[in-house]
């Protein structure tokens, strides 16, 4: 029989136990700052400098030293790999952890911390230090329209037909620490279920948990290795 395709879906949950915070949970970057302060298009152009801000923040915490990939982001990386099957890990993270574990079948659909975009020209760079009103465009040379590369609230995920191809030709659904409550990426479940097995790996039920044919509770750290030494152990 042949291996199935899968896309796996992964949210802040994964990257947990590397030391960055998750956004919902009580600890999260949600209990600290206002989504409508720090993360959308009207907040960017009302207080760039916040915004800018909180997002070189959160570039220095991703460039401390003890933020590595973890056990969960390696065993993807594997998975990838040696997957004989379509495969596509779909991340909302926005944390390069994956990228630096190996992972390349890879899809950031909300943007990348570290890479930079000019509002003038659009075009994307690699970046990662601070963003001030001074930075500018490499490609143009402006200054003042650099923001980070990521997708706030009321923008559009970024590869949505990649990942909707993919998803349409899924065998198996994975979705992996994160809470469901931000769509698309929560919409995902309902999309494939009933054509495809849906598996969710998350530290608590999720909001879409009920959705799931099979929904495991722990840690990713020890999840997902699991997971993917049993789907290598029978797909070799
Ligand atoms: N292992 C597995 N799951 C974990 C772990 C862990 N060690 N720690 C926390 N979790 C789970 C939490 O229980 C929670 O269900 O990860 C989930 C994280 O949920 P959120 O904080 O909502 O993060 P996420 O789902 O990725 O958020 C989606 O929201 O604000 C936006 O753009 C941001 O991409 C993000 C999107």
């Given at each position: 029989m042949a291996p199935p395709n899968i896309v796996v879906l992964t949210g802040a949950g994964i990257s947990r136990e590397s030391g960055l915070h998750t956004f919902r949970d009580a600890d999260g970057i949600w209990a600290k700052h206002?989504?409508?302060?720090?993360?959308?298009?009207?907040?960017?152009?009302?207080?760039?400098?916040?915004?800018?801000s909180f997002y070189n923040a959160r570039r220095a915490g991703l460039r401390d030293p003890a933020v590595q990939p973890n056990a969960a982001h390696a065993a993807l990386a594997e998975l990838d790999a040696?997957?004989?099957?379509?495969?596509?890990?779909?991340?909302?993270?926005?944390?390069?952890?994956?990228?630096?574990?190996?992972?390349?079948?890879?899809?950031?659909?909300?943007?990348e911390l570290a890479r930079d975009r000019c509002i003038y020209c659009?075009?994307?760079?690699?970046?990662?230090?601070?963003?001030?009103?001074e930075t500018?465009?490499?490609?143009?040379?402006?200054?003042?329209?650099?923001?980070?590369?990521?997708?706030?609230f009321g923008e559009m995920p970024l590869e949505m037909e990649r990942i909707a191809a993919a998803?349409?030709?899924?065998?198996?659904?994975?979705?992996?620490?994160?809470?469901?409550?931000?769509?698309?990426?929560?919409?995902?479940?309902?999309?494939?279920?009933?054509?495809?097995?849906?598996l969710e790996l998350n530290l608590e039920p999720s909001e879409g948990s009920h959705l799931f044919d099979e929904a495991r509770h722990g840690p990713a750290t020890r999840l997902v290795p699991e997971w993917v030494e049993a789907m290598l152990a029978k797909w070799p």
């Open positions: 206002r989504i409508e302060d720090v993360a959308t298009p009207e907040a960017f152009r009302r207080d760039p400098a916040r915004v800018r040696r997957w004989a099957g379509d495969f596509l890990l779909v991340t909302q993270n926005v944390d390069d952890l994956h990228h630096r574990a190996g992972s390349r079948r890879l899809v950031h659909m909300h943007g659009q075009v994307v760079s690699p970046g990662g230090g601070d963003l001030t009103a500018r465009c490499p490609a143009c040379g402006r200054a003042g329209g650099m923001r980070p590369h990521v997708v706030w998803l349409a030709a899924c065998d198996l659904f994975v979705s992996i620490g994160t809470s469901g409550a931000v769509y698309p990426a929560a919409g995902f479940v309902a999309e494939v279920r009933g054509r495809a097995d849906t």
